[in-house]
């Protein structure tokens, strides 16, 4: 379709670069370009990657790209983590394991830390008192490293 031309957008407009990591925390639509874009293309939904800690490179008028989802999403479908480079063992039993930190909307127990014991994860995130889990992308309380 015919579009004006101070709506045709171009890589020009890629505001900012960066690397952060932050998790996904709502259910979003994942397209080939931001919404604002008459040719974009969907290619899936955030739904089954709820949980799940990602790097964002780019931002462009509110979408923010991952390349791990493969498109754009909308910023409101993220939640900043903090970054943590850790390699830890899990050591007590009674902690639940999570899809989100414990209590966040959405969030679901899938397993126990008694589940769990023994077994060592890289740590990639923290959110409020909740690590990440890389190996199987789910959150425990911290106190189970202890």
């Known amino acids: 379709g015919y579009r004006l031309k101070e709506d045709v ?5 890629v505001k900012e670069q960066f ?5 996904i925390a709502d259910d979003y639509s994942v397209d080939s370009l931001p919404w604002f874009c008459s040719d974009r293309k969907n290619i899936g939904s ?9 790097t964002i490179s780019r931002n462009w008028g509110g979408y923010w790209y991952s390349e791990y989802l ?22 007590k ?3 639940s394991v999570d899809t989100l930190p414990w209590g966040m909307k959405g969030f679901k127990t899938v397993m126990s830390s008694d589940d769990l014991i023994g077994k060592s994860f890289n740590i990639t995130a923290k959110l409020g008192d909740y690590y990440y889990l890389e190996e199987i992308a789910k959150w ?4 189970a490293f202890d």
């Open 70 to 91: 493969g498109g754009f999403v909308d910023y409101r479908a993220f939640k900043e983590v903090c970054e943590v480079d850790k390699y830890l063992t899990v050591k």
């Open 19 to 23: 690397a952060k990591r932050y998790v």
């Open 46 to 54: 955030t739904k089954d990657y709820i949980g799940y800690c990602i």
């Open 93 to 95: 039993c009674s902690f």
């Open 9 to 13: 957008k171009t890589c020009d407009d």
């Open 140 to 143: 425990v309380d911290i106190k």
